[in-house]
């Protein structure tokens, strides 16, 4: 309840203050703070994927500055020998705004990564963009199989009868690839799962769906009995490693995300980075279970 209060507050704090929280989730705010990142979590033997920070922009000119921005950064990432891949919010690329422009730019994007033999993500973003991502999914998905994916979100009543309606791109040659997580919106009660339980019961529901159906998935959760749930499902569909991988968030639970790699199994980090960090890790601070305690110790030694 008190965290709630704290989260709903978060905005009229100064920004400096949020910074100090923040800086936890954020590789940094340039590319050479995503590369050392990246660097320090290949030697750890995580992969990644990459995130320039940056969402809802307001005009195409934006637009046109994040997709370079995209393409500036797979050049460095590959010149840094980087193992990682990309994951691309449409409307950072103008998605509300002019949906055709928003697919030149992405398959840009997917294009100059697809001639690196990489691979980019499609966040999911809220729910008046649900249909739009797939749509742009499928298009992206028909031109580069190999080189496109797609985020699922559990809590989305609609999910299993979209993964469901999306087998038809998926083929014993070339799987099609997704990251399944909870989802992170506010979503009304009509269309989204709200209680713990039952998010969790549709995501590992969702996450049977693809192993039986041969989909390669990005298990991306730190929610303990998912990842219980997830390996028991690997055991009884006797899952290959070349077919899932776990996926966690930056400076969110290190010893679990430990503890997978330990166990052998691949595991990629979600590394951002940018100078527009603010949505991005005021969304994260309301997850913390502990925001309410960091916050109000700062608030105290602060005055
Ligand atoms: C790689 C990756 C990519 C994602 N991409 C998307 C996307 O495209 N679209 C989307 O809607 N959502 C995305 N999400 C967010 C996701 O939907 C969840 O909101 C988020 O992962 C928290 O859910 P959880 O499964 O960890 O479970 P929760 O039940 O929220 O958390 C389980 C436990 O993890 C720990 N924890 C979780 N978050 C934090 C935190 N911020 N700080 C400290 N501890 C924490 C706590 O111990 C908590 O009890 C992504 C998540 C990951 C890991």
Same mark, same amino acid.
């Given at each position: ?8 507050? &978060? =905005? ?14 954020? +590789? ?10 990246? #660097?320090?979590?290949?030697?750890? %033997? ?14 195409? /000119? ?5 997709? @370079? ?11 840094? %020998?980087?193992?990682?891949?990309? +994951? ?5 690329? %103008?998605?509300?705004? /002019? ?28 729910? =008046?963009?649900? /249909? ?7 298009? &992206? ?11 699922? @979100? ?7 009868? /979209? &993964? ?34 039952? $998010? ?17 998935? %990005? $298990? ?5 009995? &998912? $990842? ?7 055991? #009884? ?9 776990? @996926? ?9 995300? @430990? +503890? ?20 991005? +890790? ?6 913390? =279970? #502990? $925001? ?12």
């Amino acid at each position: 309840m008190f965290n709630k209060f704290i989260a709903s507050i &978060l =905005p009229y704090f100064p920004k400096k203050f949020i910074w100090i929280f923040s800086r936890a989730y954020i +590789s940094g705010v340039t590319m050479a703070d995503a590369m050392r990142v990246s #660097k320090e979590l290949n030697a750890q %033997g995580i992969r990644v994927t990459l995130d320039v920070l940056g969402e809802f922009i307001k005009s195409l /000119d934006e637009a046109e500055a994040n997709k @370079q921005e995209y393409l500036d950064l797979i050049e460095e990432t590959q010149k840094n %020998g980087i193992n990682g891949n990309y +994951s691309l919010k449409p409307t950072s690329f %103008g998605l509300l705004i /002019d949906k055709e422009v928003c697919y030149r730019l992405m398959r840009e994007i997917v294009a100059k990564a697809a001639s690196y033999n990489n691979f980019c993500r499609i966040d999911m973003e809220d729910s =008046p963009c649900t /249909d739009l991502e797939i749509e742009l999914y499928r298009r &992206l998905h028909a031109e580069f199989p190999k080189n496109v994916g797609l985020v699922i @979100q559990a809590y989305l009543k609609r999910t299993y009868g /979209d &993964l469901e309606k999306m087998l038809d791109m998926n083929t014993p040659e070339i799987p099609t690839n997704y990251r399944l997580c909870k989802g992170i919106y506010v979503e009304p009660a009509g269309i989204a799962y709200k209680k713990y339980e039952e $998010i969790n019961q549709h995501y590992l529901e969702d996450l049977e769906f693809m192993f039986r159906n041969k989909i390669y998935v %990005g $298990i991306a959760t730190h929610d303990k009995p &998912l $990842i219980e749930g997830a390996y028991e499902l690997i055991r #009884k569909y006797n899952v290959s490693k070349n077919m899932y991988e776990f @996926q966690m968030l930056y400076g969110v639970t290190p010893k679990l995300r @430990q +503890s997978i790699v330990a166990g052998g199994h691949v595991m990629r980090v979600y590394v951002p980075f940018g100078e527009k960090w603010f949505g991005y +890790s005021t969304r994260r601070l309301k997850e913390n =279970p #502990k $925001i309410a305690s960091h916050i109000m110790k700062a608030i105290f030694v602060k005055g």
